[in-house]
């Protein structure tokens, strides 16, 4: 990973301003966004390790019924960001998240930006940031994954 030039600073400086998560995290929230880049049309393998962390939460169902999506980044149009966020749900559904796609609930979304399964940008070779119109759906699916985690947890 530190042979990708800013990986490692990039790395660093959200690790100390954020933390790392932990299945704490996971524990104490109502939903849970995951968000990976894409690595051959697929999850990171941080993402995945973290994901692997959660299996004493799972084992407790302390995950059964809470809000979750997904969303990602690739450096080319077709680098998998649909299958990156679709292979997400595999592990939620398996962990009991109650899965919430973006669907076409938005009109940034049927412009193309995004997709119907979770929030995704293109990147670039240049690690271009996420256009407004991605932040916008991004934002957008905050909101309707928040929303749904609201009236889970009031259904509880």
């Known amino acids: 990973m530190a042979r990708v030039s800013g990986w490692e600073e990039r790395s660093k400086r959200m690790l100390a301003e954020y933390g790392a998560p932990t299945p704490a995290d996971a524990e104490w ?14 999850t990171s393998a ?5 994901i ?4 004493s939460l799972w084992f407790e169902g302390k995950l059964n019924g809470k809000a979750a999506g997904a969303f990602t980044s690739t450096a080319g149009p077709h680098g ?3 299958t990156t966020v679709v292979s997400l749900y595999i592990p ?3 962990l009991g998240f109650v899965i919430v796609p973006n669907g076409y609930t938005h009109g940034k979304i049927v412009e193309g930006h995004g997709t119907p399964y979770g929030s995704s940008s293109i990147s ?7 256009t407004a119109d991605d932040l916008e759906v ?15 947890k009031a259904a509880r």
């Open 124 to 130: 670039g070779q240049n690690s271009t940031p996420p």
């Open 80 to 82: 998998g960001n649909e």
């Open 46 to 50: 941080d993402l995945k390790a973290f």
């Open 29 to 42: 929230a109502d939903g849970i966004i995951f968000g990976t880049p894409t690595r051959f049309g697929n």
């Open 92 to 94: 939620m559904a398996h």
């Open 138 to 152: 991004a934002k957008h699916q905050g909101a309707r994954v928040t929303q749904v985690a609201a009236a889970l």
């Open 52 to 55: 692997d962390s959660l299996g």
